[in-house]
């Protein structure tokens, strides 16, 4: 069978590997078919598909985006995309801008919490402020010993009603799947069971993702308990749509769970990629 790991980050957008050595992690983690699904950017997949065949693994550009729905934050994974259009990069660079100012909002925050210089701080994990995220904060917080995991960061700051939380009005739901599908790519909604929904909300999601044209969800994820992937295994099922799987990584030793401990979809479920191969 083979291993499918359709959600990572490298270091251009919050991971913390290059496209190269990432890909090279993620074949000795064994897999064996690749995407590489940085936040609102592409530029690391022209390097991350030339990695993935000196390691022998097949490659699926993808991206994830950010979406702003029901005043919440949720996130489209598109694959399979062209990286080279038009209207994907359009979509992606408006998506991106904004995140400078939102970090610093953040590090005013913090530095008023007694965090002084949080904006540099971060900035040194990715350098380029419009890829600017809370998980560069996360970083630089266990760097300057204000916790010790990043873990504890998002439990103690950078979330709603903490310190260093500021909302970010991003796409639209049909914008990000617009510009996904232009790009003949595929819309999956990433780790549903990280959002909090209520039942009723989540639902309307679902509805209004289906009515969009989308049909897949992640089912396992990094991002999900083991208890989720029957829950989101179920969602599937009953929505008809396809099912994904991904470690969500974006670092060793950050990484909720590693390339080679992230169980299979469950055979109830058929996988988005069923008819790539």
Known sequence: MLKVDLHCH???SDGVLAPAPLAAYARKGGVDVWALTDHDE???IKAARVAAAEQGMRF???VEISVTWANQTVHLVGLQVN???PALLAGLAATRSGRDA??????????AVGI??????????VGNPDLLSRTHFARYLVECGKCDTTTEVFRKFLTEGKPGYVPHRWATLADAMGWIRSAGGIPVIAHPGRYKFTQTAEDVLFDEFRQLGGNAIEVVTGSHTPDQYATYAEVARRYGFLASRGTDFHAPGEARVEFDALPPLPASVKPVWHDWF
């Open 10 to 12: 490298s270091n251009v």
């Open 42 to 44: 592409i530029k690391g």
């Open 60 to 62: 699926v550009p993808g």
């Open 83 to 85: 990286e080279d259009h």
């Open 102 to 111: 939102r970090g610093r909002e953040i590090a005013a925050q913090l530095d």
């Open 116 to 125: 002084p210089d949080a904006y540099e701080g971060a900035l040194k994990y």
